[in-house]
């Protein structure tokens, strides 16, 4: 049977823009949290880094019901969303780029934060004792020297957004043309015994995946042959 391409596209195209917005939105948040806890130690530490990788271990259908009680029409963030923007945040694709974003976050955070505690404080320390202020010293030392690391968050942060099915099927439900990403489409797809649909999209999502976890690899292994000798 051949397939249908608008039928096809469709989820994909709505996949790659939560997985592209969710992606950057945890990468931000992920950095800024690992910055936060790596910078200095302060009580609480330990109890705030449980709270970031809880995601990491819950059941994605657990995240998915915490997240509709924050944001369904009985909350006061649903019902201010709501007023704001006109319509629900539930069964919306910003309700996927919401869940796809929390399930992405430990992974960019920890990414993230090992990047941050590869860096020798003595390159930072050099830098402030020759007049760089704090803001100079995180763009000029610490990003750059940290860039592989936080380059590998980013992939794996768009590549956990890109999968994401769980959380997402709670929140933004499975609605064709609206919510539904490849995921949650090759889910209805074998629950209707459509396989030559499902294989489509499973091969379109793992070879991109594939593709990202290369690039990234690339840039954090070069092949010898690119190294300087």
Not at 63 to 69: C, D, Q
Not at 131 to 143: D, N, S, W
Not at 166 to 185: D, E, L, S, Y
Request: charged share 10%.
């Amino acid at each position: 049977m051949p397939v249908n391409m608008e039928m096809f596209l469709s989820p994909v195209w709505l996949s790659l823009k939560i997985a592209l917005l969710s992606g950057m939105l945890a990468f931000v948040f992920g950095v800024l949290a690992a910055r936060l806890v790596h910078k200095r130690p302060f009580r609480g530490r330990t109890l705030l880094e449980t709270v970031f990788m809880l995601p990491l271990v819950l059941p994605p259908t657990v995240i998915g019901f915490l997240l509709l009680l924050a944001f369904g029409r009985r909350s006061w963030i649903g019902r201010l969303a709501e007023w704001l923007w006109d319509q629900p945040v539930v069964f919306s694709w910003g309700a996927g780029v919401i869940a796809a974003t929390v399930v992405a976050f430990p992974l960019v955070y920890q990414s993230a934060k090992t990047g941050f505690q590869t860096i020798d404080p003595d390159l930072e320390g050099a830098a402030r004792s020759m007049g760089a202020g704090e803001r100079q010293v995180l763009f000029h030392v610490t990003l750059p020297l940290a860039g592989p690391a936080l380059a590998t968050a980013f992939v794996l942060g768009f590549a956990r957004a890109l999968g994401e099915f769980g959380a997402t099927i709670m929140i933004a439900g499975n609605i064709p043309g609206r919510t539904q990403t490849v995921p949650t489409a090759i889910y209805t797809a074998v629950d209707s015994g459509d396989y030559a649909l499902a294989w489509c999209w499973t091969g379109a999502i793992v070879a991109f995946s594939f593709l990202l976890l290369l690039a990234g690899n690339f840039r954090k292994n070069p092949p010898a042959g690119n190294s300087a000798p």
